[in-house]
Nanobody, 123 residues
Framework: QVQLVESGGGLVQAGGSLRLSCAAS????????MGWFRQAPGKEREFVAA????????YYADSVKGRFAISRDSAKITVYLQMNNLKPEDTAVYYC????????????????WGQGTQVTVSS
């Protein structure tokens, strides 16, 4: 049983930055990956970034490469998403996910999800 709680969302102007946090509780296995997904109104959920808990390999959607960075803190059992140079098209609810997956970019492969945190980027 794993619980994930996202925080750090808010309203920011284009070009600004936010850092999202995903605090995990429960049993996190070293084979787990943790990822960030987002869903904007009227759009499908899309992959943003992921990190493997063991080894720390990272993966990014093309749309956020060079702007976003995912990281993990093993002591806090927390994953972060640093978002820089935000654009209005980044506006969405951002969800944290965890699970034992081999395909990190597919949301359906994850077992656990947080409640989401709203990110709104104004122009």
């Amino acid at each position: 049983q794993v619980q994930l709680v996202e925080s750090g969302g808010g309203l920011v102007q284009a070009g600004g930055s936010l850092r999202l946090s995903c605090a995990a509780s429960g049993r996190i296995f070293s084979r787990y990956a943790m990822g960030w997904f987002r869903q904007a109104p009227g759009k499908e959920r899309e992959f943003v970034a992921a990190i493997r808990w063991s080894g720390g390999s990272t993966y990014y959607a093309d749309s956020v490469k060079g702007r976003f960075a995912i990281s993990r803190d093993s002591a806090k059992i927390t994953v972060y998403l640093q978002m820089n140079n935000l654009k209005p098209e980044d506006t969405a609810v951002y969800y944290c996910a965890a699970g034992s997956v081999t395909t990190t970019t597919i949301g359906g492969a994850y077992d656990y999800w947080g409640q989401g945190t709203q990110v709104t980027v104004s122009s």
